[in-house]
C-alpha cells in the first residue's frame, strides 16, 4: 500500500482559501467563532451576577426582619455592626433620648443611631429626638 502525500501542515480541510459557506475565508470564520464565544462568555457572566444579586437579597432576611419586634431589629442591627468591625454600645429600650445605638468608627469617631423599621417615612418627631440624642450623648454624627 502506498502511503498518501501528506498536507505539508496546512489546514486539515486541503481546500482553497475561500470557503465556499457564504464567502468567509477560514481565518474569518474562525474570528466569528472566536467573537461568538466571547460574546456568549459575557451574557452567561452578566445572568449569573444578576442570579448571584436576587440571591443575596432573598438571603438578606428582609423577610425576617419585616417580622421582627423594635428591640429584636435593634439587637440584629447592634450584631451587624460588630461583624463589620465596629464598636456598639446599646442603649436603654426606653429613655434612651431618641438613640438606640451609639458607634465607634476605627478612628473613634462616635455616631448615635436611631433605628427604624417602618415600612413608610418617619416623622419630624424621630429626626428631632437623634438629633437631641447628639448632643446628650456628646456625638459628631447623627445616623
Request: hydrophobic share 45%.
Amino acid at each position: 500500500m502506498r502511503r498518501r502525500k501528506g498536507n505539508g501542515g496546512k489546514n486539515g480541510l486541503g481546500l482553497p482559501a475561500v470557503l465556499l459557506l457564504g464567502g468567509l475565508t477560514v481565518e474569518a470564520l474562525r474570528h466569528w467563532i472566536f467573537f461568538g464565544a466571547i460574546a456568549l462568555a459575557i451574557a452567561a457572566l452578566i445572568i449569573w451576577r444578576r442570579r448571584s444579586k436576587a440571591e443575596q437579597w432573598r438571603s438578606s432576611g428582609i423577610a425576617e426582619i419585616d417580622m421582627m419586634s423594635g428591640e429584636q431589629f435593634e439587637m440584629r442591627m447592634e450584631r451587624f455592626f460588630r461583624d463589620h468591625h465596629w464598636k456598639v454600645r446599646r442603649t436603654r429600650v426606653t429613655g434612651d433620648f431618641g438613640c438606640d445605638l451609639v458607634l465607634f468608627d476605627s478612628q473613634g469617631t462616635k455616631i448615635v443611631a436611631q433605628l427604624k423599621r417602618y415600612g413608610s417615612n418617619v416623622g419630624i418627631a424621630a429626626v428631632q429626638e437623634v438629633l437631641g440624642a447628639q448632643h446628650y450623648y456628646q456625638a459628631s454624627q447623627v445616623w
